[in-house]
Nanobody, 121 residues
Framework: QVQLVESGGGLVQAGGSLRLSCAAS????????MGWFRQAPGKQRELVAA???????NYADSVKGRFTISRDNVKNTVYLQMNSLKPEDAAVYFC???????????????WGQGTQVTVSS
């Protein structure tokens, strides 16, 4: 079992930045793919970014060039640096880990509780 705890969400103006963190505990999380999904009101949950244990990354087209995912396998923590935020980035952001991952598709096993990101225009 893996427990995921997110932090770093909040309110930011459009064009601003936030950094989300997700600390994992439990089973050896360093071997898992980790990353972030988001869900806005009335919309489906979507993959934002993922990073494999080897450091390969994948991003949603809508965030490429603005968001950067990274991980610290010693601290079992994954980060999402979000720059140039837009109102359409506002959502609940969920940390995720493990599960089947193929680059374009990911079905995580473990989920965090979510952290709210609000972007004012």
């Amino acid at each position: 079992q893996v427990q995921l705890v997110e932090s770093g969400g909040g309110l930011v103006q459009a064009g601003g930045s936030l950094r989300l963190s997700c600390a994992a505990s439990g089973r050896t999380s360093s071997v898992y793919t980790m990353g972030w999904f988001r869900q806005a009101p009335g919309k489906q949950r979507e993959l934002v970014a993922a990073i494999t244990s080897g450091g390969s990354t994948n991003y949603a087209d809508s965030v490429k060039g603005r968001f950067t995912i990274s991980r610290d396998n010693v601290k079992n923590t994954v980060y999402l640096q979000m720059n140039s935020l837009k109102p359409e980035d506002a959502a609940v952001y969920f940390c995720a880990a493990a599960g089947y991952y193929s680059g374009s598709y990911w079905s995580p096993v473990y989920w965090g509780q979510g952290t709210q990101v609000t972007v004012s225009s």
